[in-house]
């Protein structure tokens, strides 16, 4: 970081230092207004009753009190967990697994990674409605049409609650699963290829060079994707939202989409919506804490 | 595409053993079921569009009987998605000049000019990075009822001026380029707004490109503050009418999956122009990593 001190001399004179804040002022006073003060203003909310857009009064924890009370919150709590504990399952992997492939392909690699990437630019919300047409319990629905191929009668998936949740789970493994891949393979592109050639050289197979020069390489990414993965699967809304409506008998509902009910789906409950946004935001944190607390001690190891 | 070396574990001395070469015919056989579970759904959907309401609904085949474009184009005409397009256009293109000029003079700011203080900004918005975005949504949307902004695409436009992931973005890619060349303008005489419209974007291409992609998408697929901010107006984008349809069920099964094809020829069109970029390895790092 010698740079540093050349960069130092673009700023210095107070005047420079009050025309750089100008200059970022803009992007400033738009983060406050989008990211910043509504994660507060959340918070705050949590803890006041409310009527429609109005802070009517202070009410301590009454919000958090009445939300966990009911046993919507409880079964919400749980699909979430759920959700997570599929989508490390059956999403984690499989990346990992497809870069692996690839990555070893002599030939079409870019059609490869162009074909899996593809569904990752696709809208979310249209995904969700193009899959519905293929989990239909119909005769018509795609993967009935495909099972009536080897003879076996139209099943429904998306009224058995234990089915909606993995499949909720392998749409999204759909979507995205080809982006973290590439994400992997440009790790697993980093590696000197000399490290190879110098184990095969002293007698590794293939499978002993991939388990001790590629995996571990790629263990620090896949913790931080890891890490991703949790935050962004334990804000799934939309998804059941559409698919589902969160059922059936709430078998998919999600916390995120219980705080949209409460806030937009007719009772206008911002203060309770808010409660359930700042518990999610809560467990979140102290996930993200004791993530980054192993991984500190795995950077001590090395 | 600049280097060729092989990147993978498999050596080509390693091909002479039958064993490793069954294993490699087994990986491009799972590469090719890959591309088929990839792109099925996809090519799917585009062709059933062809369907009728009573084929939807009864037939047991995959592909429709004809393909007859009216079918996409009736729908097109009775739900008026032309109207839809144009909003969506419109909404992406102020989208994208927001996340371009803010987050890059931020960037700027924070990447290069380094103020005193600027460093605790710059941990605030590595900080925001982690923070779950779908929380913040009520109160956001209570700040544009606030400030009289709904029914309105200024509050989405703007909302693309506020990410933190494209700041960072900016901010490395501004510490990447050589001091020496934005000391050279500063002694000419450049101010520092000059230095950044005439040094410091022509430099930028490569992240200003990564940066207007991806916001490109994300603002064409948004559709949970549009909604709330745009419902029952006039101003409604194709992914908040697609919301709307799949909510209410006030459209045939037929016309919403021709609804989900119209909704994702955009993005298709834009992934086939830049699929270089998009797949190339820098940028997914700079994403995630």
Redesign the interface.
Known sequence: MSEKSNRGRLRGRTGETLKSWLIMLPGLLLMTFFVWEPLLESIRMSLYKTRNVELVRFVGLDNFISVMGKDDFTQALMNTFSYTFWSLLIGFALPILLALMIGETRRGKGFFRTAVYLPNMLPGLAVIILWSAFFSGEKSGVLNILIGKLGIPPQSYLTKAHLVIPILIVIATWKGAGATALIYMAGMAGINAELYEAAAIDGATVWQRMLHILLPAIRKLAGTLLILQIISVFQIMYEPMVLTKGGPDNASLSLMQLMWQYAFGGAMNYGKASAVAVTVTLILLVMTGIYSYFNRKESDWD | ?AEQ???????D??MHAPS?RV??GI??F??AV??V???F??V??IL?GFKDLR????????LPASFDPKTYLTTWNQLGIAKNYLNSFLSVAGSVV?ALL??G??G???G?????G?GA?KK??ML?L???????????F??I??VGLGNSFVPLW??Y??N?MY?ILFVQFF?SLP??I??AS?IDGC???QV?FRIVLPLSKPICSVVAIFAV?AA??D??LPY?VLRGGELQTV?VR??VF??EQTVN?DA??RS?VF??IP??I??FIF?KQ??E??V??G???
């Open positions: 595409m070396t092989r990147t993978g574990v498999i050596r001395y390693d490793v294993g490699y990986i491009l799972l590469c890959m591309v579970v990839a792109l759904p996809l799917w959907v059933a084929e939807f609904v009864s037939s047991t085949r995959l927001c803010f987050n003079l931020l700027y700011g924070l290069i000019l380094k103020p005193k600027s900004v605030l918005v925001s982690l923070m779950p975005t779908t929380i913040s949504i009520v109160p956001l209570m700040n009822q606030k703007l909302s001026g506020a933190a700041v510490e001091a020496s934005l000391e500063r101010s520092q707004l950044f998408n064409w697929s559709f949970l709330l992914m697609l919301f799949s909510t099964e919403m999956m989900v909704s994702m993005p298709i834009l992934f699929q998009l797949t390895n820098s997914s790092v994403i995630k990593g």
